[in-house]
């Protein structure tokens, strides 16, 4: 009979949780093993897992059984009701104190309701977002962990450990917050991703119908952008991409893949939090709608037989543009990050969450999709300014977008007359130009629902504060509905 204790239990044998079973195991940790289907656990145990610090389970109570006290048990199962079904099945096994960790891509409300049930029960909820995919999960993803502050010192050496590690050997993880922090601030982490993906897709888009370039010219391009300002994990998977040939025919992969996006919801469930906390995150929402647009193949190639649209080819100088592409990628990637700062912002008030906003850039730095190398400016701006209202208004940044600004707008005036879409890329520049605007024509939208409405406004002659209402027709009298924001 094994009479050895495990560090942690892990459950859910999909490639994500053999992969961080794995990583734990190679820093020195013992762990358990489950999965639903038992027949996974002997595989696992038999193959990837042989002669390893591996014990396998074949049920919750043999698990539960096979831990160290405090028990220690890291969910990596599908999102939703499968996370609330082990829960259900597990915490009346466990005694006060034992720990119980949501690795999935959870939906922050979600992990605010289980955090609460569980402590009421006296256990310790964990809602950590693991972000870097498989490879991340077996050398070192970001970890980005939230949840009952009394889990966090039970939980830290293991995290730390199979975490990954900048240049200092600072590891891509920390405490982020109580409840659901930790999975907010994932679920932002991912609506920041789509926002960088789609915008370097419109870069593509113009480069390869815009241009004309060919994807080895592409991947050059990619190449050389990799070693500057814009070095991060996506352009550099992009390099590679453009590389790429199918092995029987010898086209490019890129060129066979059918341009219709799949997506799993984090970057929705980012766009609904701007729209719930109040927050302009256009950049990130347009991304998402990208994709739903990308969803309805047989439509757009439908609608592309009888819409007209420009019919030009560029007729400038090609390098010049690549040049004002590149400043345009960076502005647009500034924009989308300060977005996502502005979110977190705005939840951290309402939730009462202690957000450390340049630790969560150096947690983003490495293992995740979006690490990047600018990363470290945005820990350096809220190092310099803990309370920065916005990265744009960082000397960093603010000097960046004034340098990239002229090649942005050329980018932008050079797509329309192509009648290439640029979504994201215009949203972001529609965003840095609200921001930047002392007086947006909201005035004469609060007259309009005043007008039909009697919703009142503010004056710029009065105190902020202070409502009126006129009675626009001479019919309507002064009676007025009460002044609020949704």
């Known amino acids: 009979m094994n009479t050895q204790k495990a560090d942690i239990g892990v459950v859910g044998l999909a490639v994500m949780g053999e992969n961080l079973i794995l990583n734990m195991e190679s820093r020195g940790f013992t762990v358990a093993c489950y999965n639903r289907t038992v027949g996974k656990v002997d595989a696992f145990i038999g193959g990837r897992g042989a002669g390893k610090r591996l014990i396998g389970c074949r049920s919750i109570q043999e698990l539960v059984d096979a831990l160290k006290p405090p028990r220690r048990i890291m969910l990596m199962v599908?999102?939703?009701?499968?996370?609330?079904?082990?829960?259900?099945?597990?915490?009346?096994?466990?005694?006060?104190?034992?720990?119980?960790?949501?690795?999935?891509?959870?939906?922050?409300?979600?992990?605010?309701?289980?955090?609460?049930?569980?402590?009421?029960?006296?256990?310790?909820?964990?809602?950590?977002?693991?972000?870097?995919?498989?490879?991340?999960?077996?050398?070192?993803?970001?970890?980005?962990?939230?949840?009952?502050p009394g889990a966090w010192p039970h939980v830290k050496p293991i995290f730390q450990s199979i975490a990954a590690k900048v240049a200092d050997g600072s590891p891509c993880c920390d405490w982020i917050g109580t409840d659901g922090a930790g999975h907010f601030v994932k679920m932002v982490h991912n609506g920041i991703e789509y926002g960088d993906m789609q915008l370097i897709c419109e870069v593509y888009h113009l480069l390869s119908q815009g241009l004309g370039l060919t994807t080895d010219e592409m991947?050059?391009?990619?190449?050389?952008?990799?070693?500057?300002?814009?070095?991060?994990?996506?352009?550099?998977?992009?390099?590679?991409?453009?590389?790429?040939?199918?092995?029987?025919?010898?086209?490019?992969?890129?060129?066979?893949?059918l341009d219709a996006a799949g997506q799993k919801g984090t970057g929705k469930w980012t766009s609904q939090a701007g729209l719930d906390f109040g927050v302009a995150i256009p950049t990130i929402a347009e991304a998402v709608f990208a994709r739903c647009l990308s969803a309805i193949k047989e439509?757009?190639?439908?609608?592309?037989?009888?819409?007209?649209?420009?019919?030009?080819?560029?007729?400038?100088?090609?390098?010049?543009?690549?040049?004002?592409?590149?400043?345009?990628?960076?502005?647009?990637?500034?924009c989308s990050y300060a977005q996502g700062y502005q979110l977190m912002r705005a939840a951290a008030a309402?939730?009462?969450?202690?957000?450390?906003?340049?630790?969560?850039?150096?947690?983003?730095?490495?293992?995740?999709?979006?690490?990047?190398?600018?990363?470290d400016h945005i820990r350096d701006a809220f190092a310099r300014k803990p309370k920065l209202a916005n990265l744009l208004l960082d000397p960093y940044f603010k000097k960046a977008v004034r340098q990239a600004q002229p090649g942005w707008r050329k980018v932008l005036t050079t797509a329309i007359q192509?009648?290439?879409?640029?979504?994201?890329?215009?949203?972001?520049?529609?965003?840095?130009?609200?921001?930047?605007?002392?007086r947006l024509p909201a005035n004469l939208l609060q007259a309009q629902r005043d007008y039909f409405g009697a919703h009142t406004y503010e004056r710029v002659d009065h105190p902020r504060g202070v409502f009126f209402h006129t009675n626009w027709t001479g019919e309507g009298g002064a009676t007025a509905s009460t002044a609020y924001t949704v």
């Open 78 to 148: 599908k999102a939703g009701q499968p996370v609330d079904d082990f829960i259900a099945k597990t915490a009346p096994l466990l005694s006060p104190g034992d720990i119980l960790i949501d690795g999935g891509n959870s939906h922050y409300p979600d992990t605010i309701r289980r955090s609460r049930e569980l402590e009421a029960r006296g256990l310790l909820f964990i809602g950590t977002g693991v972000s870097g995919g498989e490879e991340g999960a077996l050398k070192g993803p970001a970890i980005m962990p939230g949840g009952h």
């Open 219 to 257: 991947h050059a391009i990619f190449a050389e952008w990799n070693r500057g300002v814009l070095d991060s994990y996506l352009i550099e998977i992009t390099r590679d991409i453009l590389a790429k040939r199918d092995e029987e025919t010898g086209v490019p992969v890129v060129d066979l893949i």
């Open 299 to 334: 439509e757009r190639v439908a609608a592309a037989r009888s819409l007209r649209g420009p019919r030009r080819t560029f007729r400038g100088d090609k390098a010049k543009f690549i040049a004002q592409l590149h400043d345009a990628l960076y502005a647009s990637k500034i």
């Open 350 to 375: 309402e939730m009462d969450w202690k957000l450390d906003y340049g630790r969560i850039a150096q947690i983003w730095r490495g293992g995740c999709i979006i690490r990047a190398q600018f990363l």
């Open 418 to 438: 192509l009648g290439i879409p640029c979504p994201a890329m215009s949203a972001a520049l529609s965003y840095y130009d609200g921001y930047r605007c002392a």
